[in-house]
């Protein structure tokens, strides 16, 4: 399901599924799903986050992508990733310290 929300231009499986209509079709599903569906992508999210090496996914690598899709489509269901987000946001951008 992933394949179509990423851009058509990372889609590793199909470029041509990730159309405007599949776009849609997914985050309808989403939407419709995200009680039963949080536990899996926030699963998928926080692998990315923790250990991409780890994820046998070829999608682990647009996972940024498929966090901005569904943030899109359906905020709420990533509320338990924020934390994992923001500790990978620290690591990779430290906050800089201005000495006065």
Known sequence: ???????????????QAATPAASQLAASVI????EKLEPFV???????????DAVESELKEFYHEILFK???CA???LLGVIPNL??????RHPPQT???
Do not use: Y
Not at 1 to 15: E, G, L, Q, T
């Open 1 to 15: 399901m992933f394949d179509f929300i990423i851009p058509p231009s990372a889609s590793v499986f199909s470029p």
């Open 42 to 52: 926030c699963g998928f999210l926080t692998s990315c986050f923790l250990d991409r």
């Open 70 to 72: 569904v943030f899109q």
């Open 98 to 100: 201005h000495l006065s």
């Open 31 to 34: 939407q419709t799903c995200e």
């Open 75 to 77: 905020p709420h269901m």
């Open 86 to 91: 923001t500790q990978e946001l620290l690591v």
